[in-house]
């Protein structure tokens, strides 16, 4: 069984950086690829970075948003910097199976962090 626990969030003022940690457990990161992404109040979650051997980012993030991982430690990074109000949300690492169909991960084969709250505000 998977299991995936984050770690970082918090509050940060705008232009600020915060870091997330994911650690995943019960599977390598050999096998599959692991994302971040982020919910906000009243929107779908939205794909946000995914690593395996391959990187990709949303547009929105390109450049402020560094994904990296460390494969002994079976951890996954997100640094984020520059942040902005909107990208207030929670964000959730997930590891899954890769999608062809949305490049980021298939729902249903996606395991779940508990998602901490990261919130931008001045």
């Known amino acids: 069984q998977v299991q995936v626990v984050e770690s970082g969030g918090g509050q940060v003022q705008p232009g600020g950086s915060l870091n997330l940690s994911c650690v995943i457990s019960g599977r390598s990161l050999d096998d599959y690829p692991v994302g971040w992404f982020r919910q906000a109040p009243g929107k779908e979650r939205e794909g946000v970075s995914c690593i395996s051997s391959t990187i990709r980012y949303a547009d929105f993030v390109k450049g402020r948003f560094t994904i990296s991982r460390d494969i002994p430690k079976n951890s996954v990074y997100l640094q984020m910097n520059s942040l902005k109000p909107e990208s207030t949300a929670v964000y959730y690492c997930?590891?899954?199976?890769?999608?062809?169909?949305?490049?980021?991960?298939?729902?249903?084969?996606?395991?779940w962090g508990q998602g901490p709250q990261v919130t931008v505000s001045s």
């Open positions: 997930g590891y899954g199976y890769p999608s062809v169909l949305t490049g980021w991960l298939r729902d249903e084969s996606v395991s």
